[in-house]
């Protein structure tokens, strides 16, 4: 699923600053960013459903705003997934 507006993951180890993060980017006019949206991914990436359904997410959130995006420890594990989905 490709979107039309600009996605933002911000992803680090857990105590790093991602709150930090996330509160600076929804700072930014125009963006919608939230940190450790709810519900959180799963660490095993065996099951796609849960990140197809935060893909969802942001994509309905994406019509109403210029930038969505999201700030957790829990994107490490579906960087891959991510970047592969990026690119279809």
């Not at 709810?38 to 796609?48: E, S």
């Amino acid at each position: 699923m490709k979107l039309r507006k600009n996605l933002v993951f911000g992803l680090g180890p857990g105590r790093c600053g991602s709150a930090s993060l996330a509160w600076l980017l929804n700072e930014q006019e125009g963006a919608l960013v939230s940190h450790e949206m709810f519900p959180t991914l799963p660490w095993d990436t065996g099951d796609n459903s849960a990140i197809q359904f935060r893909w969802e997410q942001l994509h309905h959130q994406s019509h109403l705003h210029d930038v969505v995006g999201d700030v957790g420890s829990y994107y490490l594990n579906w960087v891959e997934f991510l970047m592969a989905s990026w690119e279809q």
